[in-house]
């Protein structure tokens, strides 16, 4: 086969051939595992443990976190987006005096709900959840229900929130000033 007038060269092809092998292993050996953007050690500004986000929050470049546009007392939803999609979200919904976790759960379709800590918290696959009594502090309500939840969770989401929850929701309860 002829090119031109010339005769390809078999090197040329080789070389080229050996130089995107190169490239394709120097690619795929400098990529580190992990996250490459700095992790916090809040989720917008309420303090999480920064070891546990580490792990729940999508590897990526860039990490930005999102409160919307209603304040705590209001119901504040917070979205940790990872390269613009959603990894980790804490949303609180407000609610009557003497709402509880149950009533949260009562007409939901989630599986396999673990009450701990004597029913104070409830994990499920890929979220965690408290009911807060904080009479006083919204319009909204008197109780608070605040949940964390691992978009795209694995094997390990459940147990990781729920080391995770408990004191974040004590945090939440601080931060929003509610009686002890």
Not at 77 to 91: A, E, I, P, R, T
Request: one cysteine or more; glycine letters at 10%.
């Amino acid at each position: 086969m002829r090119l031109n007038g010339h005769m390809p060269s078999h090197s040329h092809g080789a070389l080229v051939g050996a130089l995107l092998c190169t490239l394709s292993l120097t690619a795929c050996t400098s990529e580190s595992k992990g996250p490459s953007y700095p992790i916090p050690d809040n989720i917008c500004g309420i303090p999480a443990n920064k070891e546990i986000l580490e792990t729940l929050l999508d590897d990526g470049d860039d990490l930005k976190q999102d409160a919307g546009q209603f304040t705590l007392e209001e119901g504040q939803f917070c979205h940790m987006y990872v390269d613009g999609n959603d990894s980790v979200v804490s949303d609180a919904d407000w609610h009557r005096s003497g709402y509880t976790l149950q009533d949260y759960f009562e007409f939901s379709d989630l599986k396999g709900i673990r009450y701990f800590q004597e029913g104070k918290y409830a994990s499920w696959n890929f979220g965690v959840g408290t009911a807060i009594s904080c009479p006083g502090v919204s319009e909204e309500g008197d109780t608070v229900v605040v949940a964390v939840n691992d978009l795209r969770w694995n094997s390990k989401s459940q147990s990781l929130l729920e080391k995770l929850g408990p004191p974040y929701f004590e945090a939440y309860k601080k931060k929003l000033g509610c009686p002890s």
